[in-house]
């Protein structure tokens, strides 16, 4: 079966520290990456994205992730977070030429204190 | 670009009544939207999956004659929540597939808060 696993269920973090997220994935497929942040009470916004081509991703507000296929991980970081970036984050896969469902980790909750 | 609307943002109905949720892709037509149901400090989970002008596909455990899917357009998905109960408060979120993008990307809505009294 298909599966994602985020390692940390919570992050806590000093402002401007680095940090890291961490997912693995289980797949006897093909896979699309994702790294989705969801901010209380809202909806989901896309980080990033990993669907082919360089390993290394860049996404919005300053993370990136790196797609690494022999231990079908997916770590998303960032060099130096704000306060603004406490939220949860949720790691997902999109199996391919699976009608497009998205599999979601059980998130990761990052809280950033000053 | 890529912005789904969910309205009403939070409802609150008494239980044994019917609750509406709708489900928009304003700039974009989507095929496929999905509804998801999340519990507080929990990940998303899959609910149906809502295909334009055919029966939606609902996961093992969802029961669709409670969770009634209907997607009437490329703009618009409803989930109507049958003779609700207390247990199925909770949020839920949809996403729309926009069709320009080959993967299928899927953009989020901003979530329904829904409390059953």
């Known amino acids: 079966a298909q599966s994602v696993t985020q390692l940390d269920s919570q992050v806590p973090v000093f402002e401007e520290a680095p940090v890291e997220l961490r997912c693995n994935y289980s797949s006897s497929v093909s896979v699309y990456l994702f790294w989705y942040v969801q901010y209380p009470n809202q909806g989901l916004q896309l980080l990033l994205k990993?669907?082919?081509?360089?390993?290394l991703v860049k996404g919005i507000n300053g993370f990136e992730a790196e797609f690494n296929k022999s231990q079908t991980s997916f770590h998303l970081r960032k060099p130096s977070v704000h306060i603004s970036d406490t939220a949860e984050y949720f790691c997902?896969?999109?199996?391919?030429?699976?009608?497009?469902?998205?599999?979601f980790g059980q998130g990761t909750e990052l809280s950033v204190k000053p | 670009g890529a912005v789904v609307s969910q309205h009403p943002s939070r409802v609150i109905c008494k239980s044994g009544t019917s609750v509406k949720i709708e489900c928009r892709s304003l700039d974009f037509q989507a095929t496929t939207m999905f509804w998801y149901r999340q519990f507080p400090k929990q990940s998303l989970m899959l609910m149906a999956t809502?295909?334009?002008?055919?029966?939606?596909?609902?996961e093992q455990g969802v029961e669709k004659d409670k969770f009634l899917i209907n997607h009437a357009s490329l703009t618009l998905s409803t989930l109507t929540v049958t003779s609700a109960h207390p247990e199925d408060s909770s949020f839920y979120i949809c996403?729309?597939?926009?069709?320009?993008?080959?993967?299928?990307?899927?953009?989020f809505g901003p979530g329904t808060r829904l409390t059953v009294t």
């Open positions: 997902a896969v999109i199996l391919y030429n699976q009608g497009g469902k998205l599999i």
């Open positions: 809502s295909n334009e002008g055919s029966k939606a596909t609902y």
């Open positions: 990993y669907l082919s081509g360089s390993t």
């Open positions: 996403s729309a597939r926009d069709l320009r993008t080959p993967v299928g990307e899927q953009y």
